[in-house]
C-alpha cells in the first residue's frame, strides 16, 4: 500500500509539471549519468573567439585612446606653461606676444589664426572636437559607459516608460526564475508546492508574467508610432515612401540582430562549456538541437512561423533559444508600422478605424483559435511537442499577440493629436482621477488574479483544468485585450498627462534609465544565467520562499551585469556604427 500510494503521489506530480513549458520536458524519468569529457567542437572555438574579439577591440582601442588623450594633455600642459611665460623684449623692455598671439596676428607673415593649422588663437589647440577615428570612438569603453548613463532628452511623461520596462523585464525573470528551479526540486518539494505554492492567490503573479511580455509589445508599438508622427510633424511626409520603409526596416533590423546573433551563438556554443553534473546535459533538449538545423529562421525572425507551421507536422515546442520568439513577434508586427504610421499622419480617422479594426480581428482570431483547438487556460503555458498545443498555435503568432502592439500604436496617434508634450487637456478633480485610475488597476488585475482556484490542488485530479469550457473560451480571448487597455490608460493618465504626480515621478525616476537600456541585453541572457545555476546542481535542491527570492535576486544582479558587459562591448559599438553607416532618410 506505501509503495502504491507513493507511486499514485509521483504520477499527481508529474501530471502537474507537464503544464509548466520547462518541466514538462523533464517528466520522463532519467538514469544520473557521469559528466562527459568535454570536447571542443569547432562551433564553441568560433563562439569563444568571436566573443574575444569584440573584448579585445573594445579593450585595445580604449587603451590607445587613454594613451593618446593622456600625451595630448601633456604637450597642451607644456604648450600653456609656454605661452603664459612673459617674454622681454632686448630693445624695448617690453612684453613680447606669445607665439600663437603673433600667429593670430599674422605678424610672422602666415595666414593668421583662420589659416590652415586651425588651432586656438589663445591655447594652439585644436579647435571643436578632434576626430581620432569615428569608428574607433564606438568600441571606446568610457565612451559607452558615458552614453549609457548620461541623461536622456525626453520628457518626464516619456521617462516614465523606462520604469515600466524595468519592471516588466524584472517580473520576465521572476516567472522564469521559478519555472526554471522546478525540475531540479526533490519529490518532496515538488509536493509541497503542488499542494500549498500554487493555491495562493499571490503565486497568480508568478504563473501570470506571461502579461510582462505584453507590456513590452505595448511600449514598442507606442514608441515607434510616436517617433514617426513625431518625424512626419517635424520635416512632413517622406519624400519617397519605399526609401524610407526601407531604411526604417534596416534600421530595425540592425538595432536588433548584432546583439541577438552574439547570444545565440553564446547559446549554441559557449553555454554548454559553463557546467557539468548528472544534470546538466539534461536542458539540452530538442529546442536546444533545432539551433543547428534552424538557426537561420532566428535571424530572419521568423522562427515563431518556421518550421513550426500552424497546424504542421513540424509543429512543437518554442524552438531554437525559444524565448526569442518575442524578438520575432516584435519585429514581425514592426512591419505594420510604417503604412499605419503613414496613413495616421495623412488621413487620422481611417488611421484609427484601420487601427481599431486590428484589434478586432486579433480578439476574434484568439477566440476562434481557442474554440477550434478545443485549448485549455491551464495548458496555456504547457509547452507540449503535440501539434495544435496552445504555444505554437496561439501563443507566439503575431496574429494573436497583435492587440497590446496596435493599442500602443493607437495611444501614440492619440497623443499627437492632443498636442503630445505640448497638449492643453487640464487635470481633472481628485474623484475623477481616482475612479480612472482604480478602472485601470482594474483591468490590468483580472486577467492575471482570475485564473486563481482553475487547477485541482487535491486528490487524483491534481493539476488538472476545473474551469468549463466557456470560462476558457471567455478568459483565452479577452485577457490581452483588457491588459492592453488597463496598461494604456496607466501610461496615458499618469505618465502622459500627469494625472497621477506619484506615479510619474517614480517610475520616472533617472535611475531607470540606465538600467532600461540594458532590458534587451537582460532579456537575452538571463535564461542563460538561469540554466548555469539550475542545471548544475549535483543534487535535488529543497523549495523555500526564501531559496526562491535568494536565487531570484542573484539572477537579476548578474543578468545585468551581463548585460551591461554586453552593452558597452557589442550592442553600444553596433549602434554606433549604424549610425554612421546608415542614410538618413527624409
Same mark, same amino acid.
Given at each position: 500500500?506505501?509503495? +502504491? +500510494? ?6 499527481? @506530480? ?15 524519468? *532519467? ?16 563562439? @569563444? ?27 597642451? /600642459? ?12 632686448? $630693445? ?69 516608460? $523606462? ?9 520576465? #525573470? ?28 499571490? !503565486? ?20 515607434? +508610432? ?6 512626419? %510633424? ?6 519617397? *515612401? ?10 530595425? %533590423? ?45 535571424? &530572419? ?71 477550434? !483547438? $478545443?485549448?485549455? *487556460? ?36 492619440? %497623443? ?16 475623477? /482621477? ?11 488585475? @483580472? ?29 483565452? *480571448? ?41 532590458? %534587451? ?13 539550475? !542545471?548544475? !546542481?549535483?543534487?535535488? #535542491? ?29 550592442? /553600444?559599438?553596433?549602434?554606433? &556604427? ?9
Amino acid at each position: 500500500p506505501e509503495d +502504491m +500510494m507513493v507511486d499514485a503521489t509521483f504520477q499527481a @506530480v508529474v501530471k502537474f509539471l507537464t503544464h509548466f513549458p520547462v518541466t514538462s520536458k523533464f517528466t520522463s524519468v *532519467t538514469c544520473l549519468r557521469g559528466t562527459p569529457e568535454p570536447v571542443s567542437s569547432p562551433g564553441q572555438v568560433a563562439g @569563444v573567439t568571436l566573443l574575444t574579439t569584440f573584448a579585445v577591440v573594445a579593450v585595445t582601442i580604449t587603451a590607445a585612446q587613454l594613451l593618446v588623450a593622456t600625451t595630448r594633455k601633456q604637450r597642451y /600642459r607644456a604648450e600653456d606653461e609656454q605661452e603664459t611665460m612673459p617674454l622681454v623684449s632686448k $630693445d624695448a623692455g617690453q612684453l613680447a606676444l606669445g607665439p600663437s598671439q603673433l600667429k593670430a596676428d599674422g605678424g610672422d607673415g602666415s595666414e593668421g589664426a583662420t589659416g590652415g593649422d586651425n588651432r586656438s588663437s589663445v591655447t594652439g589647440k585644436p579647435r571643436g572636437k578632434t576626430s581620432s577615428g569615428g569608428w574607433m570612438q564606438c568600441f571606446s569603453l568610457p565612451h559607452n559607459v558615458g552614453q549609457l548613463f548620461a541623461p536622456v532628452p525626453f520628457s518626464p511623461g516619456l521617462r516614465c516608460l $523606462d520604469g515600466m520596462r524595468v519592471i516588466s523585464i524584472l517580473w520576465v #525573470i521572476l516567472g522564469h526564475t521559478f519555472l526554471e528551479l522546478v525540475p531540479v526540486m526533490d519529490i518532496g518539494s515538488l509536493l509541497f508546492v503542488v499542494r500549498s505554492v500554487l493555491p495562493r492567490f499571490t !503565486f497568480q503573479v508568478v504563473t501570470n508574467a506571461v502579461f510582462a511580455v505584453d507590456s513590452f509589445f505595448l511600449l514598442s508599438g507606442f514608441l515607434g +508610432m510616436y517617433l514617426a508622427l513625431k518625424h512626419f %510633424y517635424r520635416t512632413g511626409a517622406p519624400r519617397s *515612401t519605399v526609401q524610407w520603409t526601407a531604411l526604417l526596416l534596416a534600421h530595425r %533590423y540592425l538595432r536588433l540582430t548584432p546583439l541577438y546573433a552574439v547570444c545565440l551563438v553564446m547559446y549554441m556554443y559557449v553555454l554548454p562549456l559553463w557546467g557539468s553534473g548528472p544534470l546538466w546535459d539534461s536542458w539540452q533538449t530538442d529546442d536546444f538541437h533545432k539551433c543547428f538545423d534552424d538557426w537561420w529562421t532566428n535571424m &530572419l525572425y521568423i522562427n515563431n512561423l518556421v518550421p513550426n507551421q500552424f497546424g504542421g507536422k513540424a509543429t512543437g515546442g518554442l524552438g531554437c533559444m525559444g524565448w526569442s520568439w518575442y524578438l520575432a513577434n516584435d519585429f514581425q508586427l514592426f512591419l505594420l508600422l510604417p503604412p499605419l504610421a503613414l496613413l495616421q499622419y495623412h488621413a487620422p480617422k481611417k488611421g484609427y478605424a484601420v487601427m481599431v479594426l486590428l484589434v478586432a480581428g486579433c480578439v476574434a482570431a484568439n477566440g476562434a483559435l481557442v474554440h477550434a !483547438f $478545443d485549448l485549455r *487556460t491551464c495548458e496555456a503555458d504547457q509547452d507540449s511537442q503535440a501539434p495544435g498545443n496552445y504555444q505554437t498555435v496561439v501563443y507566439n503568432k503575431p496574429y494573436t499577440r497583435a492587440t497590446p502592439y496596435i493599442v500602443g500604436m493607437a495611444l501614440a496617434a492619440f %497623443y499627437h493629436d492632443i498636442g503630445g508634450e505640448h497638449h492643453t487637456i487640464q487635470r481633472p478633480v481628485f474623484i475623477v /482621477r481616482a475612479a480612472g485610475l482604480v478602472v485601470a488597476l482594474v483591468l490590468l488585475a @483580472v486577467p492575471v488574479f482570475s485564473t486563481y482556484g482553475m487547477r485541482a490542488t487535491s486528490g487524483q485530479g491534481q493539476g488538472d483544468c476545473e474551469w468549463e469550457a466557456w470560462q476558457d473560451q471567455v478568459y483565452l *480571448t479577452l485577457h490581452r485585450a483588457s491588459w492592453s487597455l488597463g496598461l494604456a490608460y496607466l501610461v496615458l493618465g499618469s505618465c502622459l498627462l500627469d494625472w497621477n504626480p506619484w506615479v510619474a515621478r517614480f517610475l520616472g525616476l533617472r535611475f531607470w534609465s540606465p538600467l532600461s537600456q540594458l532590458t %534587451y541585453g537582460a532579456y537575452l541572457v538571463h535564461l542563460f544565467v538561469l540554466i548555469s545555476i539550475a !542545471f548544475n !546542481f549535483s543534487k535535488p #535542491i529543497l523549495y523555500s520562499d526564501g531559496m526562491i527570492v535568494a536565487m531570484y535576486l542573484g539572477v537579476v544582479i548578474l543578468a545585468f551585469a551581463f548585460a551591461f558587459v554586453l552593452h558597452v562591448v557589442v550592442e /553600444r559599438p553596433m549602434l554606433g &556604427l549604424e549610425k554612421m553607416l546608415m542614410p538618413r532618410s527624409r
